[in-house]
């Protein structure tokens, strides 16, 4: 192939969309040639700083309520107003009550996290990031079989952006559990599923997502177990994957 | 309201997290604040009203994108700028030349300067401002920004290879005009 044709590829090639053969082909050209090297190295840092430069415009707090509120399924004012206000005096009441119990629950849901991110992390990090190495649901899910003491579904990726590299057992105080890598467009997800317990139901509660070290943390229970997503990755990103683990759970 | 609650609240959890960047989008659009925030108001509302058409599953970012797209294209700002813009290039990205006069070395003197791509970015006609804001700011695939722009994937390669190429060669006068 001509540089000419390799140049007219690069774009692709940065966007992650070129097939892997070519990829991998063009990987060895740029290493041999100067020029296309030089215009994929342009065309690289060109995307990153649009990227960061395309996110110009922050919206007004005031815009955000407005629509929130405009979407947030209703309680009619009138006929339901003293209930609100019984609630919010309850709610108040609870508040001072339950407080240290909610600061108790916030510290160890913090050391959660932080324990949740550092195992994302090292998984990164390691030269063996999984141990079954497989993008087939049927031969990852299996291979849990007697590691790990409860079963899971693993969601159909086809026609999706996400794809499986695979698995391996984990531990979260002292529980072993199933640890799941998968990419979407080059930001990997660690999906860990661990038996639900009291005390990871106390620290984590609910569905709710929170930021640790620019690492999004998605958490949700589902048929006695917990599902915790850890990832660089978009917040819709983990909502879909999300739909779709649960999806695959029916 | 046409959607009960647990639908509404599927709605609200699915959109919310998307206001920020639909936001931006819409600013990048309209190039005006108040009609940016109109613009993503009346995009809220319409998804709202449409969501019991969407499919669970499919891609929610591209579906409620594509929805605030129709509604900028529907408004007098949106109408000015298609008139101005050729929407349905074909896909021909074989005759899309990867470069014209610009050089990587010129590229990389301005690429640094945020005011500088923002400029050039504002400067682009909205097809291909909107494209590059899809694929490298929000990060779409070229599946999603098909359907975002319900075009074909092959539409999106050669739309993109022309506003890049537009954007490189903006960027390239820039540092040209400084030198002379």
């Known amino acids: ?250 | 309201m046409a959607l009960d609650r647990d639908k509404a609240n599927e709605f609200e959890e699915l959109a919310m997290p998307l206001f920020a960047s639909l936001y931006n989008l819409a600013q990048w659009l309209t190039q005006d604040r108040t009609e940016a925030e109109d613009l993503v108001q009346e995009s809220y509302a319409k998804a709202l009203k449409g969501f019991g058409s969407f499919q669970p599953g499919t891609n929610f970012r591209a579906w409620i994108y594509r929805i605030l797209r129709n509604t900028f294209l529907t408004s007098r700002t949106g109408l000015n700028a298609a008139k101005t813009m050729p929407w349905d290039d074909e896909d021909d990205s074989r005759s899309v030349s990867p470069v014209t006069t610009e050089t990587p070395e010129s590229i990389l003197l301005a690429r640094a300067d945020h005011n500088a791509i923002q400029a050039a970015l504002q400067q682009l006609p909205v097809a291909h401002r909107e494209i590059i804001l899809l694929c490298d700011v929000e990060e779409m695939s070229y599946r999603e920004i098909a359907e975002a722009l319900t075009i074909p994937i092959g539409t999106v390669m050669s739309r993109l290879a022309r506003a890049r190429r537009a954007m490189r060669q903006l960027l390239a006068d820039k540092v040209q005009g400084a030198n002379r």
């Not at chain 1, 990987?27 to 994929?40: E, F, G, K, M, P």
């Not at chain 1, 794809?163 to 984990?170: C, D, N, P, R």
């Open chain 1, 1 to 250: 192939m001509t540089c000419e044709t390799w140049q007219r590829k690069i774009d692709a090639y940065l966007d992650a969309e070129l097939p892997e053969a070519e990829t991998r082909e063009l990987d060895i050209h740029l290493r041999s040639c100067a020029s296309c090297s030089s215009q994929a190295l342009t065309r690289s840092e060109l995307k990153r700083t649009i990227h960061l430069a395309g996110k110009k415009f922050v919206p007004d707090p005031e815009l955000r309520k407005r629509i929130q509120s405009s979407i947030s399924p209703k309680v009619s004012g009138r006929r339901w107003g003293w209930i609100v206000e019984v609630g919010a005096t309850c709610a108040a009441v609870l508040l001072l009550i339950f407080g240290s119990m909610v600061w108790l629950r916030q510290s160890q849901r913090q050391q959660l996290v932080g324990e949740l991110t550092d195992l994302h992390v090292a998984t990164l990090a390691s030269a063996n990031r999984v141990d079954v190495v497989s993008s087939d649901r049927h031969t990852v899910k299996p291979w849990f079989q007697g590691k790990v003491p409860f079963t899971f579904n693993l969601p159909d990726l086809q026609g999706s952006s996400f794809e499986l590299i695979g698995g391996k057992v984990t531990y979260l105080d002292q529980s072993p559990g199933a640890q799941l890598l998968f990419t979407v467009r080059k930001h990997m997800l660690s999906v860990f599923i661990f038996k639900d317990s009291p005390e990871l139901d106390r620290a984590l509660g609910s569905s709710e997502l929170t930021r640790k070290l620019s690492f999004n943390l998605e958490s949700w229970t589902d048929g006695g177990l917990r599902y915790l997503v850890v990832t660089d990755a978009s917040r819709s990103d983990i909502n879909e994957l999300r739909a779709r683990i649960v999806e695959a759970a029916r």
